[in-house]
């Protein structure tokens, strides 16, 4: 196990290194400048613009500039945004804790639906609880999420008025930052109508972002478990007169778990994707709009950093899932590499 | 759907009753459009941002009329301009309180030490703070503020002389510009001592209407009223802001009341706000105009016929209806109707393919030619939909023989090449900083705006250039306007344009809001509303 652990970390330096020149070389491929779209409709004049250039140091030969942003790096500055002229660390953790929130919630809608949903279409393969989960699954899997996102809004919080429209919490509770998660902090200040305020604010928004993950989940979980319920041992499990639920709940899920687990690491990347459109729409103020927005400005240094940092925590994901695998399949974690 | 909407409104209503010590307080919550870039005005040009900074928390020497370009005294109670034109003297309003917050105690009022430090922070590049925030003052730079200015020079605590280059009538309009907002130089003292000049971006002090409290990225901007304001203390107590980058969204937020005020509607959704029994919709004429701009370098568009026949193969009036939804005007001027030198009943181009077809016969292309057209990818006010205006314009073209290809970039990379010249015929337009003709004329079709790309048509002709250009040292109101009227017909003759529209701003506001008034630059004030 402790081979396998240091195996894995061991591969993230040469990771981490060719983010780093992804995510630089990606934002200078985009045609246009910082300077010139900073001038917009008002034009620079080329002295103006090149004098500007040199200010911001893109004059520079591009691998001298790689240089500046891996020095930089290595002391654990990652720039400073061309727009706000605060630092990229700060702006993307004052808004990270948003995204991170609706990504969790999301997450965890789309488990505690998706991974019973498809068990039982599984186990009642064929039938019409079956078909329609898996009708439900495409439809989910199909639908653009900022029509979904709209649509939800007119219905709950237009028409029924269940919900309010958009943004984390209404305007006139005022929380103090502690942790950035709106649920946690309103109840460590003993604000509970703030917290419900909270609450009502995640559930259009999670249920946006949960569906597609939902949807692919539960058609994972669905062939796994067939797969698995297909095999010798459950016949054996079930010839020996175990409960149908210690069946397909212990024995079962257990090994259909692994295709799961590797679908539900890679819905995190996508999350963080979706949570772009999401949190237009729902106005939710965290680090996917800021990141597209940077785009848009060219703000080279938001770019740069906005994408290491997500990539960074998608490379996270995917390795604790890695290291999940470990855990429960010990068929990996005893492999001679 | 009716009894939850009474609760929540009850609710919300309950909710707020804490807030009041004694009197109801007011709140006014207003669902922008997007995030402010920062609280210091002068590092931005956006008017999302100068909603945020400039509107509510500081003043300026001189001061827009709220409603019109016309301009009044603000920090500076009145000037005596100099017969050359060239010396601005301005006396100072006495009594003016700086705010105070929690991160700064002010130990005296305006004075003219804020003034030179707003001022020769932007321009000197020597001055301590100038790189402070990154040494690029937008739109200081934008109005050639460098190089007009000769000298600032404080004669005393309340009064500050400005020494110009060259005389310029646009001077005092443009110091009711944003970027001229006055600062405080006491802060600043304060801030470089504690080696902490950013946060005059993050937490600002003005002398305004409102006193910033706290902003959640991304989401809510808080104020609250500036008990102190020198010119009245504003009727809302608390102003919030609510940041909604979505159009739809923030309908639906306006007519569920979660604001009162909202930005920028989406054109698809006017007439269902005009049913709302609950919100009303102001328009007002935008300060606009929309144009496509054939750039005179690249055959052949270099023949005056050809642009011409061009113009009179374009039914506007369809593009009007279609993509306006009848919400503008057709535009025949450069500037529109509001602006000095406008020419009432200017001969235009009106609708006639048939004499399009004789002109292009004339110029020597009667088999017709092929061309691009350049259409934007975002919505603009003077063009909600670019690229469907470029299809209808296609088809009016292809009637004289003219075949036509749509071309469209991300708008940063539209920009950008439009600028170096790279299309034959591109959409685009401009709404006017100050009112002031000048900052239409001379920067979108002045020589100079060939160079620094705000010229799309890259048109230079010496007599209009001579004309805008003297125009610009003249003060006498009719005498420029005499200038404008010529230069202008010289522009109509010579058609490096099709002037396309000026569009009609809207601005969905619940009824419960009172005294707002919109302001033609495309402003979002607050100072003087009230709510019931």
Known sequence: MFRFVLHRLALIVPTVFGLTVVAFGLVRLIPGDPVRVMAGIHGVSPERHAELMHQYGFDLPLWQQYLGFLNGLLHGDLGTSLITRSSVLSDFFSRFPATVELSLVALLLALFIGLPAGMIAAVKRGSLFDHAVMGAALTGYSMPIFWWGLLLIVFFSGYLGWTPVSGRMDAWFFIQPITGFMLMDTLLQGETDAFWSAVRHLVLPAVALATIPLAVIARQTRSAMLEVLGQDYVRTARAKGLAPWRVVGLHALRNALVPVITVTGLQVGLLFAGAILTETIFSWPGVGKWLVEAVYRRDYPSVQGGVLLVALMVMLVNLSVDLMYGLIDPRIRHRRS | MRKSRILGAALVAALFLPLAAGAASKHLVFCSEGSPSGFNPQFYDDGTTFDASSRPLYNRLVEFKLGTTDFEPGLAESWDISDDGLTYTFHLRKGVKWQTTPWFKPTREFNADDVLYSFNRQWKKDHPWHQVGGGNYQYFAGMGFPKLLKAIEKLDDHTVRFELNAPNSAFLPDLAMDFASILSAEYAEQLMEAGTPEQMNHNPVGTGPFVFVNYQKDAIIRYKANPDYFVERPKIDNLVFAITPDASVRLQKTKAGECQVMSFPNPADLDTIKKDADIELMEQAGLNVGYLAMNVEREP????KVRQALALAVDRKTIIDVIFNGYAEIASNPIPPSVLGYVKDLQDYDYDPERARELLAEAGYADGFETDLWAMPVARPYNPNARRMAQLILSDWEKIGVKTKIVSFEW?????????????????????????????????????????GTNLARWCNDAFNELVTKAQRVSDRDERAELYHEAIRIF??????????????????????KNYVMDPMGGHYFHAVDVD
């Open chain 2, 412 to 452: 940063g990379e539209y920009l950008k090449r439009v600028a170096a010249g790279e299309h034959q015929t591109a959409f685009l337009g401009w709404t006017g900083d100050n009112g002031d003709p000048d900052n239409f004329l001379y920067t979108l079709l002045g020589c100079d705006g060939v160079a620094s």
């Open chain 2, 492 to 513: 109509k003759e010579e058609a490096p344009w099709i002037t396309l529209d000026h569009s009609t701003v809207f601005l969905p506001v619940r009824k419960s809001v």
């Open chain 2, 301 to 304: 568009f270099d023949n005056v």
